[in-house]
């Protein structure tokens, strides 16, 4: 028997476990430590954002953004149903109503002529998720929010370092989220972080982030105490995981060329039998630089993907399928504000197959994943 290639394996790619000994040796393990400075550093110098905050999760992140836009009861926010539960919720905890999208059937980043017909008075924000890294219609939806007045949040948890028009991904809109989870390109088990475009919401995020407390203006010097202030929670993450995660980012380029190398051999090794399994592959505009978050197939038919996942882990093929569309879980419906058919989200998310996909993927499991596959959607 061949030894199972999982769905997804956490890599060590440099100082992680030297930089959470420094950390240690800092003396200073809780949020906001040196590491964590480090890291947001060099995030906010990547998105040239106003400022950037560290969150124990993007789910934190996509929360902060929904405070800080003053989502209340009667808001309307605007996302696509092809998203994890995260990008909904967060809107929802603050009282917003739901008004899902459908998605491109190119990018499957939401439809912008459908979230242009979704504007109304009541729409505060619209949500974007650039699924897969690669960019949604980000510079259209841009246009959209601008010119009914709502704020556009990007959640951006598969793009970092992906680029549209040489432009970084997370810099569209007025914040953007990021995602640190152990299944993302950079990770640190948890985490997450809030970019900040626009400098009027630097104050009252960490305000936010610092428990409702003006701490940072303390740290800044500004005032001799800090007291309670605001809202808030306990979003920023110990500097340990910082610090695993700085040595991440160090590595970016090792990590990207890591992904780049499985992603193509994914491309070359499945462009010749599309025809023939009818098949097709994720797009790449040639806009974009890619974030290589992951390599999934589009299968003709929803029976079919439920075979090939069948005998592709009967092969110790690690496969798997993504969202069950938002429109039409329990949640969903209960939150949303109005009933909403999404045909190509429905269509996308039962054929879309997810195969395995990790910085350590080895030549020959790509071609042992794609024989794999290719027998199994043969056999039909």
Same mark, same amino acid.
Do not use: H, Y
């Given at each position: 028997m061949l030894p199972p290639i999982p769905f997804n394996r956490p890599c060590l790619v440099g100082h992680e476990l030297a930089n959470i000994e420094q950390a240690i040796a800092f003396g200073h393990s809780a949020s906001g430590? *040196?590491?964590?400075?480090q890291v947001t550093d060099l995030l906010r110098e990547w998105h040239g954002a106003a400022d950037v905050l560290l969150t124990t999760s993007c789910t934190d992140a996509l929360e902060m953004s929904a405070m800080l836009i003053g989502i209340e009861p009667g808001d309307v926010v605007v996302? *696509?149903?092809?998203?994890?539960?995260?990008?909904a919720l967060a809107f929802a905890r603050q009282g917003a109503r739901l008004r899902f999208c459908d998605i491109d059937p190119t990018t499957l980043g939401i439809d912008p002529d459908h979230a242009a017909a979704s504007m109304d008075d009541r729409v505060k924000a619209i949500v974007t998720v650039h699924y897969a890294g690669v960019p949604s219609s980000v510079d259209e939806l841009a246009k959209i929010s601008h010119d009914h007045g709502a704020a556009l949040v990007e959640d951006n948890a598969h793009g970092l370092f992906a680029t549209h028009n040489g432009q970084p991904l997370g810099t569209w809109g007025r914040m953007s989220t990021l995602s640190f989870h152990e299944t993302k390109?950079?990770?640190?088990?948890?985490?997450?972080?809030?970019?900040?475009?626009?400098?009027?919401?630097?104050d009252r995020a960490h305000l936010?982030?610092?428990?409702?407390?003006?701490? #940072? #203006?303390?740290?800044?010097g500004l005032v001799d105490k800090y007291t309670w202030q605001d809202l808030g929670s306990s979003f920023g993450p110990s500097d340990l995981l910082a610090a695993f995660l700085y040595a991440q980012l160090e590595s970016a380029e090792h990590v990207r060329a890591a992904r780049r190398r499985v992603s193509i051999r994914y491309r070359e090794l499945l462009q010749p039998h599309c025809d023939e399994l009818?098949?097709?592959?994720p797009h790449e505009p040639a806009t974009a630089t890619p974030a290589d978050h992951m390599f999934y197939v589009l299968l003709?038919?929803?029976?079919?993907?439920?075979r090939v996942l069948e005998r592709l882990r009967a092969d110790g093929i690690g496969a798997t399928f993504h969202y069950v569309p938002l429109h039409s879980s329990p949640a969903g419906r209960k939150f949303a504000d109005r009933e909403q058919a999404c045909p190509v989200t429905d269509d996308v998310s039962a054929r879309l197959l997810r195969l395995p996909f990790f910085n350590d993927l080895t030549e020959t499991d790509v071609e042992r994943v794609?024989?794999?596959?290719?027998?199994?959607v043969r056999l039909g």
């Open positions: 430590g *040196p590491f964590t400075k996302l *696509p149903s092809f998203t994890f539960t995260s990008t390109n950079f990770i640190c088990g948890e985490g997450g972080a809030l970019v900040l475009n626009d400098e009027r919401d630097v936010l982030l610092d428990k409702g407390t003006n701490r #940072q #203006q303390f740290m800044d009818a098949v097709t592959l003709p038919t929803s029976g079919l993907r439920t794609v024989d794999s596959f290719v027998a199994a």
